[in-house]
């Protein structure tokens, strides 16, 4: 009957009655299944502070990105964090503004130029913020104290390495082959080489046996082939002389 009312349902061109009762509130559609926070945790799951933490894993990390065509994703990020440590001293001296200006120049020439190989694709106005310090004074370097430019910059590829690479990584070869160091024991893998060793063992002794068996036999059927051809020569003489005699 469901399936009957559905049919004609929808080929009856007949317009629905008009709704009596009043509309509901309206609520927001499966938020909680498309809400970032409510997602179940990755058994997989790794942080990025957790990889610079541990020197083989960061390694491995390196690695994946150079797979990836993504280290200058992570060098930006390294640039950054660097620069910020040193632009935030309440004190510079001259030289010290000259070597950061110099900090900021690299930047926009390595992740901000189009023709750059290492290129990382900003909003225009973090680009236009950054090439505005670059060209101008070395002593305007000390704006970015207050600017948020580099650090929106940093925002965007933090999300990058986080959101997309660090998933990415922990489903890769690089971090399972991680997750397998050390994995067995030298006490196992002592047992494992000596049950090797003694299959192999055992398998030379049986070759060796076999192979003499297939001789033994090999010698035995050309002994009884010899002796054979023996017999039928014998018979074939005696038929011949006694052939011979008949003649006679």
């Known amino acids: 009957d469901t399936v009957n009312l559905m049919v004609l349902i929808f080929v009856d061109d007949t317009p629905p009655e008009a709704a009596t009762d009043p509309p509901s509130p309206l609520v927001p559609f499966l938020q909680k299944y498309t809400s970032?926070?409510?997602?179940?945790?990755?058994?997989?799951?790794?942080?990025?502070?957790?990889?610079?933490?541990?020197?083989?894993?960061?390694?491995?990390?390196?690695?994946?990105?150079k797979q990836e065509g993504a280290v200058h994703v992570l060098q930006f990020c390294l640039a950054v964090e660097e620069f910020n440590d040193?632009?935030?001293?309440?004190?510079?001296?001259?030289?010290?503004?000259?070597?950061?200006?110099?900090?900021?120049?690299?930047i926009y020439e390595t992740y901000c130029l189009d023709e750059s190989i290492d290129k990382i694709s900003f909003d225009p106005f973090i680009v236009e913020e950054i090439r505005n310090i670059a060209a101008g004074p070395y002593r305007n370097v000390v704006k970015l104290q207050k600017m948020t430019c580099l650090f929106e910059a940093y925002e965007h590829v933090l999300?990058?390495?986080e959101g997309v690479f660090t998933p990415m990584f922990c489903h890769s070869d690089e971090y399972f082959r991680h997750l397998l160091k050390g994995a067995e024991s030298p006490t196992r893998n002592s047992r494992i080489n000596r049950l090797v060793a003694g299959i192999l063992?055992?398998?030379?002794?049986?070759?060796?046996?076999?192979?003499?068996?297939?001789?033994?036999?090999?010698?035995?059927?050309?002994?009884?082939?010899?002796?054979?051809?023996?017999?039928?020569?014998?018979?074939f003489n005696f038929r011949t002389s006694f052939s011979l005699e008949d003649n006679r």
């Not at 040193?86 to 690299?106: A, N």
């Not at 192979?211 to 039928?232: D, E």
């Open 86 to 106: 040193k632009i935030l001293s309440p004190e510079l001296s001259d030289s010290e503004l000259q070597r950061l200006h110099g900090e900021v120049v690299q």
């Open 159 to 161: 999300f990058l390495l």
């Open 201 to 235: 063992s055992v398998f030379v002794v049986m070759s060796s046996r076999i192979k003499t068996r297939i001789q033994t036999l090999q010698h035995s059927s050309a002994h009884i082939v010899l002796r054979f051809t023996g017999i039928i020569s014998d018979v």
């Open 36 to 65: 970032i926070s409510n997602k179940k945790p990755s058994v997989l799951k790794l942080e990025l502070k957790e990889i610079r933490k541990q020197q083989d894993l960061l390694f491995r990390f390196l690695n994946f990105l």
